[in-house]
Nanobody, 123 residues
């Protein structure tokens, strides 16, 4: 069982930055790949990024490539999402999720989800 808690969301102006955090409660944190997804009202859940168990493998969605950076701290069961040059279209609820299988961009593959944190990009 893995419990995930996201934090760090908020209101930011276009071009600004935010860092989201995902805290995991599990004894075997380094057994899970961690993905970030987002969902805007009326939209499908969208893949943002995933980081492998040791942090050496990362993949990004096309819409965030070059602006967002994911990292993890296995000693403290944390994953971070640094978001730069934010755009209004980045507005969504952001979720972190854990998957014990091969890393994936498919939300259906993930076993455990956090409750989400709202990010709003607006002037």
């Amino acid at each position: 069982q893995v419990q995930l808690v996201e934090s760090g969301g908020g209101l930011v102006e276009p071009g600004g930055s935010l860092t989201l955090s995902c805290a995991a409660s599990t004894r075997n944190f380094n057994s899970y790949g961690i993905g970030w997804f987002r969902q805007a009202p009326g939209s499908e859940r969208e893949f943002v990024t995933v980081i492998g168990r040791s942090g050496d493998i990362t993949y990004y969605g096309e819409s965030v490539e070059g602006r967002f950076t994911v990292s993890r701290d296995n000693a403290n069961n944390m994953v971070y999402l640094q978001m730069n040059n934010l755009k209004p279209e980045d507005t969504a609820v952001y979720y972190c999720a854990a998957d014990s299988g091969p890393i994936s961009s498919l939300h259906s593959q993930y076993d455990y989800w956090g409750q989400g944190t709202q990010v709003t990009v607006s002037s």
